[in-house]
């Protein structure tokens, strides 16, 4: 399969390494909405602006897009999706059910494929929270993120008057992780869940205490945990904080039994250290998948919960029922 | 959807007690090869002989088939597939192409969907090696099963000479899933990720140090294990080791980046405190999806690989991308 990444940051880098790793996939080209003279690939594979895409059109059997899910997905997936099989990691949660409608009709509309939503969450723990759910009806689960950099988080933080650079972890609270991993079902408050550790480099003679209290006191952010503000020079910063780790845990506790008297704990984690590269990895899978759905006459608008899982993989059916079951 | 069980044991009466947390499932009854008088169903739902089942060709959608893997389901899953849509949890791996191409043919020929080798393993525990495969290429999987009591072993420990009852469980090795989990891939004999412990009841006066050499010698249950060996009486058999819990987890290591820099790994891992109404559960939810699959046209014999998550949920597509997503 022939693959095109639309827009190149640290998404579409992971994109064009991890098709590497898939013997069945070429990349085409990147598309950049920048000079295409100023972006030069990791792996060489040429640079075109991002307006010339429609001369791909024939060239390209599914293009992944690699914008952000605030401005750009919106309106880009539906509009390259009259052109392409499209691919994208759109994660506002609250607003698929929209991106959903606009994609499908545009797809649907010209005999083209698309998935949204791929990644991890959404993407893989969407996946999991539905196949425990659908086995256990009877139970209550639970996401747990991290520990890992959030980057809406760290930006946030960047914006405040007087700090140059920062990094903030999201952070389970071990208590509640073990007591649901021990197969409790309590009722636990986003402060009970998750705390958030704060790395701040600030600007010589910088107000620490108000950026602290700035931090701190950020709704939505940060006032709803418990949060702990450390600051740490730029160095320390590019030598401790660099990557881009993630994680976390989709648990289900359930109940079987005449009188519910067994209880059941289904759990999937992950840890990763690049969240980007993992991503990236997820949605070229997701890539093969359409395609071949594509190739089997389906069109519209696909999430992760409609992929059965041999479409993803580069066995046959033959192999993976010899070696995978 | 209507529910046929065939087989009454610990299986069937965990999809009986299943089908009762899933409002869009009835039991229709349960078919029995011993004198139905003599069985009587948990829920009160009808008992009747297996030779019955054909009356039943327009009364039930997806018949679960609750039979042994060795003889019982190599016969029964391809002869009923030919008047149901049936459901099975073969799970010889070995066998799994051979068993495939016969309910294949038979359920094909009939216009019939067949789910062959339902369960956690195989089963859930497929499909998450197919996924961590598919988004990892590069890396490797990791199976541990446990701690839980395995039947078969169990069984074969009650064959011996003098052994009145017993009960085994395989348990993983903390060090090897200790390595896996931190990212390591180490490699692995059987002897370094399994241990079995063993509580047998010994018949009055039986040579107990025979007993404990015969366990130990045992060419393919025990032999290739560290295997431990301790003597209880009846009643603490029952008063501790009545129940069937089991579990386990797949792990994959894998990397990523243009140098293979960076590192994830992925975990599925189940603790179940029943193990037949775990699986039963399990089967449960893919007969629902592949009654779905059938009211769309699709006939044939399928494997948990080919179902897509969206279609085992009692949920909507819409509700799906809303809630779960």
């Known amino acids: 399969m ?8 640290n998404l579409g880098r992971g994109v064009e390494c991890a098709i590497g790793a898939h013997t069945d996939a070429t990349l085409v080209g990147v598309f950049t909405r920048r000079a295409p003279e100023s972006v030069k690939t990791v792996s060489g594979a040429p640079v075109y602006p991002a307006q010339s895409i429609t001369e791909f059109k024939d060239k ?10 605030a401005t750009d997905l919106p309106e880009m997936t539906p509009a390259l999706a009259r052109d ?3 691919v994208d990691s759109f994660d ?17 509309k010209n005999g083209h494929i698309a998935l949204i939503s791929g990644g991890w969450d959404p993407g893989l723990f ?11 009806p009877n139970g209550k689960d639970y996401t747990f993120w991290g520990r890992g950099v959030s980057q809406g988080h760290s930006d946030a933080i960047r914006r405040i008057d007087g700090v140059l650079d920062a990094r903030q972890y999201t952070v389970p609270v071990p208590e509640a992780i073990g007591a649901v991993r021990g197969g409790d079902c309590p009722e636990l408050t986003t402060r009970e869940k998750h705390k958030r550790e704060c790395y701040v480099v600030a600007a010589e003679g910088a107000d620490r205490a108000r950026i602290e209290k700035e931090i701190k006191e950020m709704p939505n952010y940060f006032a709803d945990y418990d949060t702990s503000v450390t600051f740490i020079s730029a160095e320390e910063l590019a030598a401790n904080h660099r990557g881009l780790p993630h994680g976390g845990s989709v648990i289900r506790n359930g109940a079987t039994g005449f009188d519910g008297e067994n209880s059941h704990t289904v ?3 992950l840890r990763l250290d690049s969240n980007p590269e993992f991503t990236a990895s997820v949605l070229v899978a997701y890539a093969r998948a359409i395609y071949r759905m594509h190739g089997r006459g389906e069109v519209g608008c696909k999430t992760v919960l409609d992929i059965a899982p041999a479409d993803m993989s580069q066995m046959s059916a033959e192999e993976l029922r010899a070696r995978m079951l």
Request: with cysteine; charged share 25%; net charge neutral.
């Open 126 to 136: 969407s996946v999991l929270r539905v196949y425990s759910e659908a086995v256990l």
């Open 60 to 69: 390209i059997d599914i293009l992944i897009i690699c914008g952000g899910s």
């Open 2 to 9: 022939r693959i095109g990444i639309y827009g190149y940051g």
């Open 84 to 86: 392409f099989n499209v």
């Open 267 to 269: 759990e999937f984690s």
């Open 92 to 108: 506002t949660h609250a607003k698929i059910p929209e991106h959903f409608k606009k994609v499908d009709e545009a797809a649907r």
